[in-house]
């Protein structure tokens, strides 16, 4: 019966239930790769944030880090080695080091939460447009009932009914597509504020580690010497 309705639907209402589908497929599509990937990257980020921790240097403590790129660790460990090492072998002195440093972590934690929140702001536009589109779909099949009445002059229930149900229908659809498309884009909003805090965490992590291998280095008196420093690539391999 449903399908039935559909396909004796106006175009107009034919086009708007095909874009609701769209939307629903694609929003289904990004809450399960999402999901996937919010979740792994939060346990990367909490088993990553453990091992750093324990490291008794900060060379150990990069290494322990692995190669995996998909880490969200993984660019934020980058940025900060890249510019200890950069600022360490030009000589600088360890306030320099470490607010350069501090900077670095922070543009890595900004780099790493816009790559992990990609494809999520289309379910809020899903989850604020798709009732308005199936309200277009409602409104344009109650034109469409009006407009039978008008033709055929009568109010019967068998002239009336395609054009309300075909408006019950792009209503309901309409509703389908958002409800899962809001509660994922907030569920993975929280998900995603638990990973900036590991993030923000491991910044502060190596930023004391940070300066407590300038501390050691300027107490044995080699500050400026670069081969205490960590390759840059020291962090993926």
Known sequence: MGLHV???????????????????????????QKWIQLSMARKQALEGLERFTKARDLREAVHSLGGDSSSPLYNVAQQG???????????NS???????????????VSESMTKLSSS????????????????LGTVWGIMYAFHQIAQMKTASIAVV????????IATA????????????YNSFLSMMQTIEGELVN?????????????????GSGAASAPASGVSPGAAPR
């Open 81 to 91: 080695v890249a510019e200890f090492n950069r600022l360490k072998e030009a000589g």
């Open 202 to 218: 491991f910044a502060g992590v190596f930023l004391n580690r940070v300066q407590r291998e300038l501390n050691t280095s300027r």
């Open 120 to 135: 999520v702001p289309f379910l809020a536009t899903t989850a604020n447009t798709a009732p308005f589109i199936g309200l």
């Open 173 to 184: 659809v309409g509703l389908f597509v958002a409800i899962p498309a809001s509660v994922g």
């Open 94 to 108: 360890g306030d320099v080091v470490v607010d350069n440093v501090r900077r670095a972590l922070r543009q890595g």
């Open 161 to 168: 009914a395609p054009g309300i149900a075909e408006a019950l």
């Open 6 to 32: 559909i396909f004796q639907a106006t175009l107009v209402a034919q086009l708007v239930l095909l874009l609701l589908l769209v939307m629903s497929v694609s929003s289904w599509a990004i809450i399960i």
